[in-house]
């Protein structure tokens, strides 16, 4: 039986894929799986810099937090997405599935409302400028956080 899929991490903060998986499963006719594409909430943007994450969020309910480097990087793509009339979260996730081989994405979420802001990104068509302003602040070869 052929491989039909890869199923790994891949976010706009963990790119590696992009360097090797992701074209060999396009030239193979393979989807891609994306897991964790939220980069376990970082990319929600509950994070911001210098504030203390919402109580109720992950980091909050002790989750650790992500270094202040990383919530800058993140804080970068809140404009474009704000102007696209997306939250980061969305944006990141649109992003990703906008991409081939791009087949899914494993998204969690702890309230209805995020589950509700996920579904809201099927079907979105990022325009190319904006695809562009966002490949700016996360080039894959710029940026990639190991686990």
């Known amino acids: 039986m052929p491989l039909v899929s890869n199923q790994g991490q ?3 903060l963990w790119r590696v894929p992009e360097a090797e998986i992701v074209p060999v499963c396009a030239e193979e006719g393979m989807g ?15 994070c911001r810099p ?22 800058e990087r993140v804080a970068e793509v809140d404009a474009p997405a704000r102007e696209a009339g ?5 944006l990141a996730l649109a992003r990703l599935l906008g991409r081939y081989p791009m087949a899914t994405a494993l998204v969690g979420a702890f309230r209805p409302e995020q589950l509700e802001a996920i579904a809201g990104v099927v079907g979105i068509e990022l ?8 490949e700016r602040c996360w080039h894959p070869s710029a940026y990639a956080i190991p686990r």
Do not use: H, K, N
């Open 32 to 46: 891609v799986i994306a897991s964790s594409p939220p980069y376990q909430g970082v990319l929600t943007g509950t």
């Open 127 to 134: 325009p190319g400028d904006l695809v562009e302003r966002v």
């Open 86 to 90: 997306l939250t980061t979260a969305q």
């Open 10 to 12: 891949y976010s706009l």
């Open 50 to 71: 210098g504030a203390q994450a919402p109580a109720d969020s992950r980091f909050g309910l002790g989750g650790g937090r992500p270094d202040a480097e990383v919530v």
